[in-house]
């Protein structure tokens, strides 16, 4: 494989990789750390790939064996154990719409996200992986991705419950669609 | 599940995955269904997808890569393989030095741009020393005035052709183990000779059994490609460009796969590695200058005692050099399994474990030792028994300066040893002799041998290439029994013998590995003989049988018996234990007083401030560190415990937090049973005062019912959380993880836990007993 076909492969997955890497440490530093080492591993089995075969399930596959090593040569960190707890208030009338939240304040709300739920989010609404994919890749049960996923849109409410009205998108605000 | 449209409750959970594409179609269209004739769940349904949406940009912009990430690993691929090559001239070496300057582009190969040679380096430390190839374009046809470096027939002559004309390996002995001498380029080509095809016996570049290649892929199952003229002519084909070309190469202990890499750019052709050397971590150390390409590749295979085949006109397989012509696949691997074993006892992998000879063991003796030196001590154990007792320096200090109380009368040595061992003292029996060690020398000693065995497994690892690997301190043939049973689909038997063999296992088992390697690997490692047998009538069924022999399950039970005897040593080790168990206990209480203080402060803060209140439950982590502490304590303590506690560490946490959970619900009915009080009141002051209630005892109350609610609330926190973590300890990644762990009669249990989890079982149904508990039950059902 040559150096632009590589640079392209790069292009193309280095951030769902680093979410996974993310949403498996909570760490973005060790992230960055394992999505180097995912690459280079895969620049050096390069071989292996199938030509026919989906290159990012190639890499997610890598990157899973890499954090999985990664995990071993650490402590267990103790946030693992943890999973954030939060009323799950999706289902009722009232919670916020956070389509109707202005889409910097959203961001930047799940900016501040525990890095584990932002990535998890982002595997499933950015990149489009499955529950099944997502838990496959993470090493967690389907209904682990589900509960990560609601508690993230929980604390994204519970956070944004007191948002000031200039914070809310006008179109949303009007009954709009934000996108 | 029926066709029927869903009702609004049945909808309402399922919005967010209908919004996210993860239900079943049948579901999906009972939801649109009902969509259709709802405008609230219509528009709840529109939501949820809106929302969707907007958390797809939000989370493209928030948790995307750092700023640079791709360009940083690209410099870092850049870097390893720049870092790793040879200086520029080198690098452009050529035959003549009078032709460097004037060395074109054009006599490399198009597929190998520089970048391409130094990305075969990453991480490798591969050093290319160059390449020239003399025969122009890759794909220029055979100068006539070239022959091919194999020719039927030729003489197996090592001066003049070495391994690659050598005679066919036919016994297992790689027939290519003398570098060949480089072959002139300029010699005439016999092309009716190189073109005689599979029948040809001889040489490196000769098909000896199935195979088939798609692209780059070998199918040792599928058909003989080699077989068709057109196959054969495009073998010969290729043989000849090889043979037509050059290349100067500097390999530094250059994995093989990177020197494969560097041959398939240069040449254009496929390379290709069988699985079983893919994996091996072969390396190749070589320099040459300029080699005709297919000597080169001779020369590889010989130093690494493999061999390669030309396939078809694109493609050279290599593969191990103990292949056997009309060999199958099976048999190929018992070669290879066979060789492995044997490299793994060669290089003293594995540290076969010394049975203590019966003599040895039932040896007694009486010891009245009052803050004896434990010099003085092994003097006198040495005199009683005629035994041989050495001390290493480390363990002869120990000795010489620490003392020991101990009466005992007809007590067995291993056991008056196993009393030293609270003063750092380990004894081994080793070469007929009780060595004395310290404890240090014993943890490198530990190390050491983990070191080992994991080498062990990796060479495993090459055999099959997925590998279920084991390692436990106890029953390790056991785990090997249910790790066939799972891997091989085998019913597997254990004599008594086998089942109380307890030395440690790496097992090796997967799909192909022949049982007599398993069998070799399980000696080795256990140091006893243990032989796998298939049964007679069923061939599904294999039986471990022997493991201690010679009495030695006898051995066993006896030391079983002696060890429950009530005498001083026992009391000894017993109180040892005892010991242990305290230091369990008291990680759990201090794991408990935690929680409490951790609760107790969040309530505080909640009181005061409920935002930091709010801040400080997300990111407290308090039950995590809690469970982590308790972890590593019972960690620490399972290392003392010899590891009779490891194998319940998991369990306990489980059960410890299946407690936690009852003891916690059991706060709830009280507090119910308050606010029920304080409602009551409150109404009727409200009823009393024409609804505009006041007064220093409302406030009174409705303070106290604010409290009350706030401890509700913390304590359905601490449930959810708990019932999170009981399912995630319960979790199948989990769950394989207590099965690795646990002992064998545990692993029943475990498994129907996985399979109930698996099969969507909720926490009732994994601890019936909460049933029993009114105020948990619908807490857990709900969750």
């Given at each position: 494989m040559a150096r632009p076909e590589i640079a392209a492969l790069l292009e193309a997955h280095a951030a769902v990789v680093h979410r996974v890497a993310l949403a498996r440490t909570g760490d973005a530093e060790a992230a960055a750390e394992i999505a180097q080492e995912t690459f280079l591993e895969a620049v050096r089995s390069i071989d292996r790939l199938d030509p026919d075969g989906d290159p990012r399930a190639w890499l997610l596959g890598i990157a899973r064996n890499v954090s999985r090593r990664h995990a071993r040569s650490r402590a267990r960190r103790a946030a693992t154990f943890t999973e954030l707890q939060v009323d799950d208030v999706t289902d009722r009338d009232d919670a916020v719409d956070l389509s109707a939240v202005a889409a910097e304040r959203l961001a930047a709300a799940v900016g501040a996200l525990p890095p584990e739920l932002g990535a998890v989010l982002a595997l499933k609404y950015d990149d489009a992986l499955s529950y099944d994919a997502i838990a496959d890749v993470l090493g967690i049960p389907r209904s682990t991705v589900q509960g990560r996923l609601r508690r993230a849109k929980a604390i994204l409410r519970s956070e944004l419950r007191d948002l000031d009205p200039t914070d809310l998108d006008e179109d949303a605000r009007d009954g709009g669609d934000l996108r | 599940m029926t066709n029927a449209a869903l009702s609004c409750e049945e909808l309402r959970p399922l919005a967010e995955p209908f919004a996210d594409g993860e239900l079943a179609d049948d579901l999906r269209a009972r939801a649109e269904a009902h969509r259709s004739g709802c405008p609230d769940c219509d528009a709840r349904l529109a939501r949820a997808g809106r929302e969707a949406s907007a958390l797809g940009a939000a989370t493209a912009v928030a948790v995307a890569a750092p700023a640079g990430l791709a360009a940083s690993i690209l410099d870092a691929i850049d870097a390893a393989a720049v870092g790793a090559a040879v200086a520029p001239d080198e690098r452009r070496a050529s035959p003549d030095p009078d032709e460097e300057a004037a060395a074109p582009p054009a006599t490399r190969s198009p597929n190998a741009a520089p970048w391409v040679a130094t990305i075969v380096a990453v991480g490798a430390g591969l050093v290319l020393g160059g390449f020239l190839l003399g025969g122009g374009d890759e794909r220029a046809p055979r100068p006539s005035g070239l022959r091919p470096a194999v020719r039927e027939g030729a003489p197996a002559d090592p001066g003049a052709a070495g391994a690659s004309e050598a005679p066919r390996p036919t016994s297992g002995a790689p027939a290519a183990l003398d570098p060949p001498a480089?072959?002139?380029?300029a010699a005439p080509v016999d092309a009716g000779d190189a073109g005689s095809g599979a029948a040809t016996p001889g040489g490196p570049w000769l098909p000896t059994g199935p195979g088939a290649v798609e692209a780059g892929r070998f199918d040792p199952n599928g058909p003989y490609p080699w077989a068709e003229p057109a196959v054969i002519a495009g073998r010969d084909e290729l043989i000849r460009r090889l043979a037509s070309r050059q290349a100067s190469v500097n390999f530094p202990d250059t994995p093989l796969a990177d020197v494969v890499g560097f041959l398939n750019d240069i040449t254009g052709d496929q390379f290709v590695l069988s699985e079983a050397i893919a994996g091996a971590g072969l390396r190749v150390s070589l320099r040459t200058r300029d080699m005709v390409l297919h000597d080169l590749i001779g020369l590889i295979a010989a130093q690494l005692g493999i061999r390669s085949e030309v396939l078809t006109d694109r493609v050279v397989f290599l593969e191990r050099g103990e292949s056997i012509p009309g060999a199958t696949a099976k048999d190929t691997a018992i070669l290879e399994a066979r060789s492995v074993i044997e490299r793994a006892i060669d290089r003293q992998l594995v540290i076969p474990i010394e049975a203590i000879p019966d003599h040895v063991f039932q040896r007694r003796v009486d010891v009245h030792w009052s803050e004896e030196t434990v010099t003085a001590a092994i003097d006198q154990l040495r005199d009683q028994t005629g035994l041989s007792f050495v001390l290493t320096t480390a363990a002869r200090q120990i000795a010489d300066t620490a003392h020991v109380s101990l009466t005992a009368t007809q007590a067995l040595v291993p056991d008056v040893l196993d009393v030293l061992a609270d003063l750092g003292l380990v004894a081994r029996w080793r070469d007929g002799a009780w060595r004395l060690i310290s404890h240090e020398e014993a943890e490198t000693e530990r190390r050491a041998r983990e070191k080992k065995q994991a080498e062990l497994a990796r060479l495993a690892s090459v055999l099959a290439g997925t590998v279920v690997e084991t390692e436990l301190r106890r029953g390790g043939v056991r785990v090997l029994a249910r790790t066939l049973e799972r891997t091989r689909g085998l019913r597997v038997l254990l004599d008594e013998g086998a089942w109380r063999t307890r030395a440690p296992v790496t097992v090796m088992a997967a799909e192909g590995l022949p049982l007599d390697v398993v069998a070799a690997a399980l000696r080795v490692q256990t140091g006893v003989d243990i032989a796998i047998e298939t049964d007679a009538e069923r061939r599904d069924v294999i039986v471990l049988a022997g493991g201690l022999t010679g009495g030695g399950s006898d051995e066993q039970a006896r030391h079983e018996a002696r060890a429950s005897e009530p005498t001083p040593i026992n009391d000894a080790i017993r109180r040892r234990r005892d010991r242990v168990l305290v230091k369990l206990r008291a990680a759990v209480a201090e794991v408990d007083a935690i929680l409490e203080a951790q609760l107790d402060g969040e309530s505080n803060a909640y009181l005061h401030d409920e935002r930091r209140w709010n801040e400080r439950r997300y990111d407290a982590n308090f039950l995590g560190q809690a469970l982590a502490m308790l972890r590593s304590r019972l960690t620490s303590a399972r290392e003392i415990a010899e590891g009779r506690v490891e194998v319940e560490d998991t369990r306990a946490v489980v059960v410890q937090v299946a407690e936690r959970i009852r003891e916690v619900g059991m706060r709830l009915p009280p507090i119910a049973e308050r606010q029920r009080r304080l409602n009551v009141e409150i109404e009727a002051i409200i009823e009393a005062s024409g609804g505009q209630p006041d007064g220093e005892r409302y406030e009174e109350l409705m303070t106290a019912l604010r409290d009350t609610k706030l401890e509700e609330a913390r304590v359905d926190s601490e449930l959810r959380m708990l019932g999170e973590r009981a399912r995630e300890l319960c979790a199948p990644s989990t769950v394989e993880e207590v099965l690795a762990e646990a002992p064998i009669d545990h692993r029943a249990e475990a498994r129907r836990t996985l399979e109930a989890i698996e099969g969507g079982a909720d926490l009732l149904t994994i601890?019936?007993?909460?049933?029993?508990d009114p105020y948990l039950r619908p807490l857990l059902e709900t969750d």
């Open positions: - | 480089p072959v002139d380029p601890w019936p007993g909460l049933r029993d």
